[in-house]
């Protein structure tokens, strides 16, 4: 049965906090594996990307000029005022491009190429995934699945014409060069439904077999997509690790939790889990 998720927020797990935590005795559960063989879904939240100095939708810098972020990402507020929404995003994108992949991004760069079949699902819209890089290689395209899409695509409110702007922009509200109606971030807002071809990604991916190590890190796991996703990877046979400071809906399920921020935990796990003594 094909299935349609509704986003609440543009990214769910923006609302993930970071922290240290005592107990690194969880690290020792993850078994080495033999890396030719592994089936892997990571599955990454704003924590990850908070530990870089991209702020979360509700933590302590996550306000902007005193406006609530979640009001902002709307279909509404759009319409309503797209010049103070452009401004917004426009300032986010210049504070991602400052900000650079962390140990956990390039940890998780360094599975993907270690693993047999590898597919990392982020809620996260910022570009430091693909950035990221172990001893000079990077997470391939078809690797990665953008659940909440990707802050520096413009695309068109109306039509399907798009394009990229990571590098410079300009000031003025974008419009359509085929259809002339204003143009949006290619992000996922409050309300909106996940696009069906990502969706369509993850679950040809579970659809082809369960996975030997589900990794979910940085991400309040709030949305229940999330929880079936892990869970299905998972199946009766893998092992379900959980990486975050606090306790989620996920926590009852996971077979391992390390309480560390995802900086600090994922180089360590990795290392662990690709070992072959």
Known sequence: MKRVWRAEVEVATL???TGQHSGTG???????????????????????SAESGIPTFRGKDGYWRNLDPA???????FQKDPK???????????????????????????????????????????????????EGCRLPKEKMVQIHGDIFVT????????????EEETKAIPKCLECH??????????????????????????????????????????FGYIIDWALRARDNVGRLIEVNPNETPLSSFATETIRQPAAVALPKLVARILCNG
């Open 155 to 166: 695309r068109c409110s109306q039509c399907h014409f798009s394009f990229s702007e990571r």
């Open 15 to 17: 609302t993930a906090q």
């Open 84 to 134: 103070l929404v452009w401004e917004w995003y426009r300032e986010r994108r210049q504070r991602i491009r400052d900000a650079q992949p962390n140990p956990a991004h390039q940890a998780i760069v360094k599975l993907a190429l270690e693993s047999r079949e590898f597919l990392l699902v982020s809620q996260n819209v910022d570009d430091l995934h693909t950035r990221a890089e172990w």
């Open 181 to 222: 109606a204003l143009m949006r971030p290619g992000v996922v807002w409050f309300g909106e439904q996940l696009d069906s071809r990502e969706i369509g990604r993850v679950e040809n991916y579970l659809d082809r077999g369960s996975c030997d190590f589900v990794i979910v890190t940085g991400t309040t796991a709030t």
């Open 26 to 48: 969880d690290l020792e559960i993850a078994a080495p594996y033999q890396s030719y063989n592994m089936r892997v879904l990571v599955l990454t939240g704003a924590g990850v």
């Open 71 to 77: 009001k902002l990402a709307t279909p509404t507020a």
